[in-house]
């Protein structure tokens, strides 16, 4: 099994930026793409952005040029940057982990850490 643990969630106002963290561990086996995804409420959960060992990204639309997913492979960590925060990224935002080197989620979740966004 994987244990993935988030942090870096909270309350920042419209225009901030936030910083997501997520280490994985307690993974008996290797973990290739790791990503963030949320949740708002009454709404489906959706990719924001992920990231394979070798570098490859993808992310939202709704990401793109707000938001950079990095990682420290040695670590098993992954992180995501956003920035212009709007009120419409409030929602729970979700670590997920693969075991292949595909852009998808994986079936290994974290907990959730709550992100609002105040006008």
């Known amino acids: 099994q994987v244990q993935l643990v988030e942090s870096g969630g909270g309350w920042v106002q419209a225009g901030g930026s936030l910083r997501l963290s997520c280490v994985a561990t307690?993974?008996?086996?290797?973990?290739?793409?790791m990503g963030w995804y949320r949740q708002a409420p009454g709404k489906q959960r959706e990719l924001v952005a992920a990231?394979?060992?070798?570098?490859?990204?993808r992310y939202a639309d709704s990401a793109k040029g707000r938001a950079i997913i990095s990682r420290e492979n040695g670590k098993n960590t992954v992180y995501l940057q956003m920035d212009s925060l709007k009120p419409e990224d409030t929602a729970v935002y979700y670590c997920?982990?693969?075991?292949?080197?595909?852009?998808?989620?994986?079936?290994?979740w974290g907990q959730g850490t709550q992100v609002i966004v105040s006008s």
């Open positions: 997920n982990a693969n075991r292949a080197a595909i852009l998808m989620a994986g079936p290994y």
């Open positions: 307690k993974s008996k086996f290797s973990i290739n793409a």
């Open positions: 990231i394979t060992t070798g570098g490859s990204t």
